[in-house]
């Protein structure tokens, strides 16, 4: 089974909707971040958490809001949609020992906002 | 605009041949650095990390060389495969023992049979 997993993979909707997407990791680690990806732009960061109880705005929070409902739990809110939100979604962990940043990502959920 | 960047967005080589890709970064406060693979329809693979306390770092079948003093860094792939066909990702966290990562935007490597 995968350590990150992502619901839906891909999810079609249309302006103005409200859309959950979500993240689940079996690998422990207390760190989980929401970054998405456009063509030519890399993946940039949305909101990260350091744990249950800790919550931060990365490059690009505007129109996103994010809830970490457990260790292993962190899903991203758009609260409503819009077109230039269409983009690919990934969810990542990393855990704080060895001195690693290494983020472990999920298989991405691809949204399309019509 | 993005501190991270690659100076080549595609780079095409020979199987067999050795691939070089590039990445530079402006922050001087990093200490950290990674490379990622990415696969079409897939999440960032990590594939090699150095800290800025070294200049080279050796994996299996890959190299990664840092030069603090131009702020450069390089991915080396040895004998690169079909499989090695990707899309390649360099990172740093930009402050001086953060956890967080800022992307470049990539380079598309493509393998030649």
């Known amino acids: 089974d995968a350590d990150v997993t992502q619901t839906p993979r891909n999810r079609i909707t249309k302006t103005g909707k409200r859309i959950m997407l979500e993240c689940s990791q079996t690998k422990g680690h207390d760190r989980m971040y929401w970054y998405r990806q456009d063509p030519g732009l890399g993946l940039r960061l949305i909101y990260y958490?350091?744990?249950?109880?800790?919550?931060n705005k990365g490059e690009i929070s505007d129109g996103y809001s994010v809830s970490r409902q457990a260790q292993a739990k962190f899903s991203l809110s758009l609260e409503s949609a819009i077109p230039n939100q269409t983009a690919l979604y990934f969810c990542?962990?990393?855990?704080?020992?060895?001195?690693?940043?290494?983020?472990?990502f999920g298989p991405g959920t691809r949204l399309t906002v019509t | 605009g993005e501190s991270v960047g690659l100076h080549l967005p595609t780079l095409s080589v020979q199987e067999g041949d050795n691939s070089i890709i590039n990445c530079a970064y402006s922050?001087?406060?990093?200490?950290?650095f990674i490379w990622y693979k990415q696969e079409s329809g897939k999440g960032p693979q990590f594939i090699i990390d150095i800290r800025s306390n070294m200049d080279k770092r050796q994996g299996q079948r890959v190299t990664v060389l840092l030069n603090k003093t131009v702020k450069h860094l390089s991915l080396q792939i040895a004998a690169t495969q079909p499989g090695d066909s990707a899309v390649y990702f360099c990172?740093?966290?930009?402050?001086?023992?953060?956890?967080?990562?800022?992307f470049g935007t990539g380079t598309r490597l493509t393998v030649i049979p």
């Open positions: 990542a962990t990393s855990g704080t020992r060895g001195g690693s940043y290494e983020q472990y």
């Open positions: 990172a740093e966290n930009k402050e001086t023992g953060a956890n967080n990562l800022f």
């Open positions: 922050n001087s406060a990093s200490d950290y």
């Open positions: 958490s350091f744990d249950v109880k800790d919550i």
